[in-house]
């Protein structure tokens, strides 16, 4: 019973390097999103997805991607890698996106950019 | 603008006394509102919830308040327990809207 997974766990990237952020959930869930956490504040919804094939932009979508080809797979994709980048990554999954809807997160990916 | 605010970074509560924590919004859209416990090293887990319709939910030793009046919204554990010490964050959400607004949390320190 694995829930909503991520890797890597931890990562260091130079500025300009470019990494995929892996996330997978295995509750059949339609909808998934990206948030990052900065130290010291809420989470901040990045890319959200409502099924295969279709995702769209949240609060803070510059300088990331997503793409959803599966249920299962929701990855995040940073291209040309910033300081302002380094923070706490954490996916999420839920079934129904309603109000009611309780959203399941992954145990985060902590991202530095030097 | 920060549309959630949770204004203490920190509460400390003696084991088996009241733990309030409270958050403060400002949209009055806001139709559903969370509460999310997280531990370090961890993401965040659902604790409790309630709709704009109501003005209090009740699971066990939590209790959520929601004063829309005020555009305020308390969590009450009763009583606390070592296991509670974490960071606790509120969530806001518009029917019309997936999106999570959340304030930057509050950490709990329960002292045995």
């Known amino acids: 019973n694995a829930g909503v997974t991520q890797t890597p766990k931890f990562r260091i990237l130079k500025i300009g390097q470019s990494m995929t952020l892996q996330c997978t959930q295995d509750m059949n869930h339609n909808y998934m999103y990206w948030y990052r956490q900065d130290p010291g504040m809420g989470l901040k919804l990045i890319y959200y997805?409502?099924?295969?094939?279709?995702?769209d932009k949240g609060e803070v979508p510059n300088g990331y991607n997503v793409s959803r080809s599966t249920t299962e797979d929701f990855p995040l994709r940073l291209e040309l890698a910033a300081p302002s980048q380094t923070s706490v990554y954490f996916c999420?999954?839920?079934?129904?996106?309603?109000?009611?809807?309780?959203?399941?997160f992954g145990p985060g990916t902590r991202l530095t950019v030097l | 603008d920060q549309q959630v605010k949770q204004n203490s970074p920190s509460l400390s509560v003696q084991e088996g006394r009241i733990s309030i924590l409270n958050c403060d919004y400002t949209?009055?859209?806001?139709?559903?509102f969370l509460w999310y416990k997280k531990y370090p090293a961890e993401g965040p887990t659902f604790l409790i919830s309630i709709s704009s319709i109501k003005d209090k939910n009740e699971d066990g030793r939590f209790t959520v308040f929601l004063n829309k009046s005020a555009k305020h919204l308390s969590l009450h554990i009763v009583p606390s327990q070592p296991g509670d010490s974490a960071v606790y964050f509120c969530?806001?959400?518009?029917?019309?809207?997936?999106?999570?607004?959340w304030g930057a949390g509050t950490k709990l320190i329960i002292k045995p």
């Open positions: 969530a806001a959400k518009d029917g019309s809207n997936y999106q999570l607004i």
């Open positions: 999420a999954s839920s079934s129904q996106g309603g109000a009611a809807d309780t959203q399941y």
């Open positions: 997805s409502v099924g295969a094939g279709i995702t």
């Open positions: 949209n009055s859209m806001f139709d559903y």
